[in-house]
């Protein structure tokens, strides 16, 4: 739309009365990552865009910069802005292979974010103790992983165990070891 790539991030079709179907949205733009809505009437079309993806590794962060180098070739090195990889950037681990994902228009390809893995699995470096008392409803304790992410986790979680975070949500999984 506009020339730049856009993410369905929700969509209602509705009717008011008399009046032909509205598909109301809820749009981010993939470059900017800035968030909008718009209304397409019934006899509105958008092209999908052409997006390419290829595996990259993850090297380290520096001062909101974010380098990475081609799976294959470590010399190939690049880097992204915070701004343009979003939340997840929380979850990520030196040497990890991600998703980039590049836009294709008018022969010109432009990097314009990254895809993590649904799931991935970190190393809890501190945890406060469990405490005793009320867990019939099950509790939680606030947890800090290797990255640097905090999440809540079960009480039962302890320094040095692995768990499984879900990228998406920012939530705990499972325990792994």
């Known amino acids: 739309m506009d020339g730049e ?3 369905v991030l929700s969509s209602h079709v509705f009717r008011k009365q008399m009046r032909k179907p509205v598909n109301a949205t ?3 733009n993939m470059i ?6 718009y209304s397409f009437a019934q006899s509105e079309k958008a092209d999908e865009a052409e997006i390419e993806e290829r595996d990259i590794k993850f090297l380290y962060a520096h001062k909101r910069e974010f380098w990475f180098c081609e799976a294959n070739d470590p010399a190939k090195r690049f880097f992204l802005p915070a701004a343009s990889l979003g939340d997840g950037t929380r979850f990520l681990k030196t040497n990890s292979i991600v998703v980039a994902l590049s ?3 008018d022969d010109e390809s432009r990097l314009i974010g990254i895809r993590l893995p649904i799931k991935v699995d970190l190393l809890v470096t501190e945890a406060p ?3 005793k008392g009320n867990t019939a409803q099950g509790g939680n304790k606030q947890v800090v992983l290797e990255t640097g992410a905090s999440i809540n986790v079960p009480l039962f979680i302890n320094a040095g165990d692995v768990v499984r975070v879900n990228t998406e949500t920012g939530e705990y999984a499972e325990r792994v070891k």
């Open 129 to 131: 103790p469990s405490i």
């Open 103 to 105: 836009f294709n228009r």
């Open 5 to 7: 790539p856009y993410e």
């Open 32 to 37: 900017s990552g800035r968030v909008m809505e």
């Open 26 to 28: 809820k749009l981010r």
